[in-house]
């Protein structure tokens, strides 16, 4: 079946393009071109805000209880749930994530989402009654923004487009989705989902287009608030024009998070634990835990566990079940990795398995070799650096103030985890690793909970009620005169 497409999600219904430029979606792993649809032009962006602006000025959506809303997005779910495993399929196909991975994190997490954000949205408080200081009592109501512009990235396209979209929706506003150029096609289907689950015309739109028109959408003067995940530098950019115009903004950005392996941790099962929080979606992940640390004393043998385990992990096909690493979503990534491991040779780091060339038996794709490299000092760039790809530095630490001054010691604060076999020794660790969510032996990211960066990794949280929260005004009405 093609997965050619002709048309933008616009008000509704299938729009033409305002031009006749085109996306072509390249298999990371064969090459080929495996769909064209249509890029997105500031035109067609004006269009879909203006859809975007008329369904929240006039339209049922803003206007409806928010229990109205959340039947339309319980349906929704369910029809979801129906297409987990094309959706998977989809993600697979455009950027080559593992099928493992896909099937965990592209379309099962994304619906998780929506469930929780349903159970969150029934018990938030959307107008509430307090008792006041001046009158007896003060209403405190949560409204929606308006129109939302929701920039996910290519890395996890419907994870961050759903973590968006959906507690956006179940507050009232409306929404501009631009999808990454290199993933437009899961947003087709994501179209085809909402309409059938009877979110009016207009509520949703989707766009897929370039970082220009990116651009356009944040800066349009019909936007009203800009949720972006990518990259740190994208974010800064996004965050100067919101703030001289004064829109609302939450960022998810990068990271550089750091795995605190303390010498109490069971080895073998730590190593469990990284092959997959190291080097989920073949090291393309925000929360990626890409400094591995551990004590002087145990440094050798952290250094050869990792070796062994990241070697036996298989590399290749991304559709193949069995694969752990896949390739990389474009040249030009394939091409920055390759830059990173040739660049901390040169920094002085030790590579103690891959290095740069293809994997064995691989021969055209994007494909790096999942590298590890040994000897690194944290100040070198490989250990500062989004690297964004299956390549780990292994640091060495004094005791734990050490390691937590280390794991601090980074612009970015997106996650980390500690191993440890003491719990509440690995607890106080997370308490002072400054970074916005931690595990402990693990890293599950749990939908009830916020999810978000400090310093450098963003501004604002998704998922909990504090990830609906940012999707709204909040709006205090004084219904009585104080007595004076
Ligand atoms: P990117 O910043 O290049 O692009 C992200 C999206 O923003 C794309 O849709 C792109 O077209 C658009 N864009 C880029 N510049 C823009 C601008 N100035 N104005 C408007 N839109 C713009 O990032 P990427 O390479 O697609 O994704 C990888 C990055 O995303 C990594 O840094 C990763 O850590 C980050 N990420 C963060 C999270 C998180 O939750 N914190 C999750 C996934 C990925």
Same mark, same amino acid.
């Given at each position: 079946m093609s997965l050619d497409r002709d048309a933008f999600f616009i008000d509704g219904g299938w729009a033409a393009p305002a031009t006749s430029a085109t996306l072509q979606v390249v298999s990371p792993h064969s090459e080929q071109v495996v769909a064209t649809v249509p890029e997105g032009?500031?035109?067609?962006?004006?269009?879909?805000?203006?859809?975007?602006?008329?369904?929240?000025?006039?339209?049922?959506?803003?206007?409806?209880?928010?229990?109205?809303?959340?039947?339309?997005?319980?349906?929704?779910?369910?029809?979801?749930?129906?297409?987990?495993?094309?959706?998977?399929?989809?993600?697979t196909t455009e950027m080559g994530a593992p099928t493992s991975f896909s099937n965990l994190a592209q379309s099962p997490a994304p619906w998780m989402q929506i469930e929780a954000f349903l159970g969150i949205a029934r018990a938030f408080p959307w107008e509430e009654r307090r008792p006041g200081v001046l009158g007896p009592e003060v209403v405190v109501r949560r409204e929606p923004i308006g129109v939302v512009a929701a920039i996910p990235p290519w890395n996890v396209p419907q994870f961050t487009t759903v973590s968006k979209v959906v507690p956006a929706l179940l507050a009232g506003n409306t929404v501009v989705v631009k999808p990454a150029p290199e993933?437009?096609?899961?947003?087709y289907l994501l179209a085809e989902l909402l309409a059938e689950a009877g979110v009016p015309a207009g509520v949703v739109n989707i766009v897929a287009a370039g970082r220009e028109v990116g651009e356009h959408l944040v800066a349009h003067p019909g936007v009203d608030k800009v949720a972006f995940?990518?990259?740190?530098?994208?974010?800064?950019?996004?965050?100067?024009?919101?703030?001289?115009?004064?829109?609302r903004v939450s960022l998810e950005l990068g990271g550089k998070s750091a795995a605190i392996v303390l010498d109490d941790a069971d080895l073998a099962a730590t190593m469990e634990g990284l092959r997959f929080v190291a080097l989920m979606n073949s090291g393309q992940a925000c929360v990626a835990q890409t400094r591995i640390l551990a004590s002087?004393?145990?440094?050798?043998?952290?250094?050869?566990?990792?070796?062994?385990?990241?070697?036996?992990?298989?590399?290749?096909?991304?559709?193949?079940?069995?694969?752990?690493?896949?390739?990389?979503?474009?040249?030009?990534?394939?091409?920055? #990795?390759?830059?990173?491991?040739?660049?901390? $040779? /040169? @920094?002085?780091?030790?590579? %103690?398995?891959?290095?740069?060339?293809?994997? =064995?038996g691989l021969d055209r794709g994007w494909y790096v070799r999942p590298t590890v490299?040994?000897? #690194?000092?944290?100040?070198?760039?490989?250990? $500062? /650096? @989004?690297?964004?790809?299956? %390549?780990?530095?292994?640091?060495?630490?004094? =005791?734990?103030?050490?390691?937590?001054?280390?794991a601090n010691d980074s612009d970015y604060g997106l996650a980390g985890t500690?191993?440890?076999?003491?719990? /509440?020794?690995?607890?106080?660790?997370?308490?002072?690793?400054?970074?916005?969510?931690?595990?402990?032996?693990?890293?599950?990211?749990?939908?009830?909970?916020?999810?978000?960066?400090?310093?450098?990794?963003?501004?604002?949280?998704?998922?909990?009620?504090?990830?609906?929260?940012?999707?709204?005004?909040?709006?205090?009405?004084?219904?009585t005169a104080p007595a004076m």
């Open positions: 032009s500031p035109a067609d962006v004006d269009a879909a805000v203006a859809a975007a602006r008329r369904a929240f000025d006039e339209g049922p959506w803003p206007r409806m209880s928010p229990e109205e809303r959340i039947e339309v997005i319980q349906a929704f779910s369910g029809l979801y749930a129906g297409k987990l495993a094309e959706m998977a399929d989809l993600i993933t437009p096609l899961d947003g995940t990518g990259s740190t530098a994208a974010g800064r950019k996004i965050a100067a024009v919101c703030g001289e115009q004064l829109k002087r004393a145990n440094y050798d043998a952290v250094v050869d566990a990792l070796a062994e385990t990241v070697a036996g992990m298989a590399v290749g096909d991304p559709a193949d079940p069995a694969t752990e690493v896949g390739p990389m979503v474009a040249q030009r990534q394939q091409e920055r #990795v390759e830059k990173y491991i040739a660049l901390g $040779q /040169e @920094e002085g780091a030790r590579v %103690v398995v891959g290095g740069n060339g293809m994997p =064995d490299f040994a000897d #690194v000092d944290n100040r070198m760039r490989i250990a $500062q /650096e @989004e690297i964004f790809g299956p %390549v780990l530095s292994v640091i060495p630490y004094d =005791d734990v103030d050490d390691a937590v001054r280390i500690v191993w440890t076999a003491d719990a /509440e020794a690995g607890l106080d660790v997370a308490r002072r690793v400054r970074a916005g969510t931690y595990g402990v032996n693990t890293y599950t990211m749990d939908f009830a909970a916020p999810f978000g960066g400090f310093k450098a990794s963003g501004i604002g949280r998704e998922f909990g009620p504090e990830g609906l929260g940012e999707y709204t005004e909040v709006k205090s009405i004084y219904p």
